[in-house]
């Protein structure tokens, strides 16, 4: 099936659908190759003019948004695009705690029964203690929850999703009087008797919940709704034990308080119940929660991570960004160009060498050795430095002839100048230099010398001209003259 695309989702086939809407995959496009794999709850067509049902959803979407919490469905993105309507949601993927216990032969592991509730019970409380944008508590009550509104994924949590019906604050759709909302099977009895609903009544729905994850069984049973209703009502409840003797009995004092007539018998809130069933006897990981599911619902899951792969597959695919003017290539493997994706989707792995383009910085020494190698290089440095400097053209009007005599230049060094089409004045010996300079080569006094032809005598009697080091020296070089 080809996807629609509704503002920047691409929306594929349902994998569930309700009363009002129908959940998709579906495909987030962003800039610069960004994609990402979501859940989008879209409304049914039919609800799209009806301003009562679009309004939940909304509610829905603006309640859901201010819980972060790892046990509850992250609320991405809300599109209202003429008559499409969608929520957009984290993608789990995993199934829903109703199908898994639908699924299985057996009830879960007292263990893995006892995670999955008490992971929701930490996303339930959250939910209760969401406050605005302005800081003030919303009051929200979820009031449906249920087996099918608690999603456990492989990777082992278990979220609750679906305020659709939550009560809150700042709701633009409201419960009309004498309208009950929810599931009659996992109602409190103040529910169904139309009276003051708090986190106390999602406590009771959470009872409910445990107990049939415990057992295997369903709680509450009627003919109609009527005998249902008054079930829920009046019926004796049961201890889990009863039913499964395997039960310790301090989960069985948790499981009959939470679901207490009263509410004020009940724990006073879901991170109470939660932490009251952690004491009772250490529950699964989140890896053996996991591992639960895989087994459980194995089929549904491996085709839905096949239709996954097949859409991140698509048009659209991770591949390596082109590079812009501004990036610097990085080399791998000698040279080599990045590999692209595979038919798969799948980039495979390449060893990444960075080359400078730069500089290369040297190790570190790791012996003396290589301190005295370090040595040699700057004192080949050093000794580079004074060459430059001796053959660097003189001044148009130098200072006094400095002795070129006893000057020393190490013969481990060798400096060729480079050929010139034009000629050029000789360098000049350098005017002091103790890089290049022995401490023995100065003389105490100038040599006396007689001045060359066509040379005017210096200014000062104590400065005599330069006498040439070398015969090399003494054709190169010719003293300024003296106007």
Do not use: C
């Amino acid at each position: 099936m080809s996807p629609r695309t509704v503002g920047r989702y691409q929306v594929y086939e349902a994998f569930a659908a309700g009363g009002m809407a129908s959940v998709h995959l579906g495909r987030l496009k962003g800039q610069a190759g960004f994609a990402r794999t979501v859940a989008i709850k879209q409304l049914h067509p039919s609800f799209a003019e009806d301003a009562s049902t679009v309004s939940t959803i909304l509610d829905e979407a603006r309640i859901a948004s201010r819980i972060q919490h790892p046990n509850v469905v992250s609320t991405l993105d809300v599109v209202v695009e003429g008559t499409d309507i969608l929520l957009v949601l984290e993608y789990v993927h995993g199934e829903s705690f109703a199908r898994l216990l639908r699924g299985s032969a057996e009830p879960p592991p007292v263990e893995v029964a006892l995670a999955v509730v008490t992971g929701m019970l930490h996303g339930l409380h959250a939910a209760h203690e969401a406050k605005s944008e302005t800081g003030e508590p919303l009051g929200i009550v979820h009031r449906d929850v249920s087996p099918q509104n608690v999603l456990v994924g492989a990777d082992g949590l278990a979220r609750v999703l679906d305020f659709g019906i939550a009560k809150a604050r700042g709701r633009l759709q409201t419960t009309r009087e004498g309208q009950v909302k929810g599931k009659l099977a996992y109602m409190a009895p103040e529910q169904i008797k139309l009276g003051e609903v708090s986190r106390r009544t999602d406590v009771f729905a959470a009872g409910i919940v445990l107990w049939e994850a415990l057992t295997g069984e369903r709680l509450f049973t009627g003919d109609n709704e009527g005998h249902l209703m008054m079930r829920v009502v009046e019926a004796k409840v049961e201890a889990p034990s009863a039913r499964r003797s395997e039960i310790p009995a301090e989960i069985d004092a948790v499981v009959l308080r939470a679901l207490s007539r009263e509410p004020s018998e009940r724990f006073g809130t879901a991170r109470e119940m939660a932490l009251a069933l952690e004491a009772t006897r250490p529950i699964a990981s989140t890896s053996v929660v996991g591992h639960w599911v895989e087994q459980t619902a194995s089929a549904t899951l491996e085709e839905r991570a096949a239709r996954v792969r097949a859409i991140e597959a698509g048009p659209g695919s991770i591949r390596p960004a082109p590079l812009s003017s501004r990036d610097e290539p990085t080399r791998t493997d000698a040279g080599a160009a990045a590999r692209e994706p595979d038919s798969s989707g799948e980039v495979t792995k390449t060893e990444n060498h960075a080359i400078s383009m730069e500089r290369v910085v040297p190790s570190k020494p790791s012996s003396k050795r290589g301190l005295f190698v370090a040595a040699g290089i700057a004192a080949l440095v050093g000794v580079a430095a004074a060459v430059v400097l001796t053959l660097r053209p003189p001044a148009e009007v130098p200072a006094a002839g400095v002795p070129a005599a006893n000057m020393t230049v190490p013969s481990s060094t060798s400096v060729t100048p480079a050929a010139s089409s034009s000629p050029e004045p000789a360098a000049e010996p350098p005017a002091a230099s103790t890089a290049a300079v022995s401490s023995s080569s100065a003389p105490s006094a100038p040599p006396k010398s007689p001045p060359r032809a066509g040379a005017r005598p210096p200014a000062s009697s104590t400065a005599a001209p330069p006498a040439a080091a070398t015969a090399t020296a003494k054709e190169a070089w010719k003293p300024p003259r003296f106007n």
